[in-house]
């Protein structure tokens, strides 16, 4: 569960960066891969929590 916990920060750090990025920065791509990262951290972080939770409904 702490992997998850992390993942989740993560993602919603990156968010935060990504945001900072694109008020500071001319350029557009910095932000987009930034985004793309921590999207990518979420989408990891709900399907590592959605496959704990199906192996503790398989146990019972």
Do not use: E, H
Not at 5 to 32: C, E, H, K, Q
Not at 50 to 57: L, V
């Amino acid at each position: 569960m702490k992997t998850v916990r992390l993942l989740i920060i993560l993602g919603a750090f990156l968010i935060m960066i990504s945001s900072v990025f694109s008020l500071m920065t001319t350029t557009d791509r910095t932000p987009v891969y930034i985004n793309i990262c921590a999207m990518l951290s979420l989408a990891i972080a709900v399907s590592v929590m959605n496959f704990q939770k199906n192996n503790r409904k398989d146990r019972r």
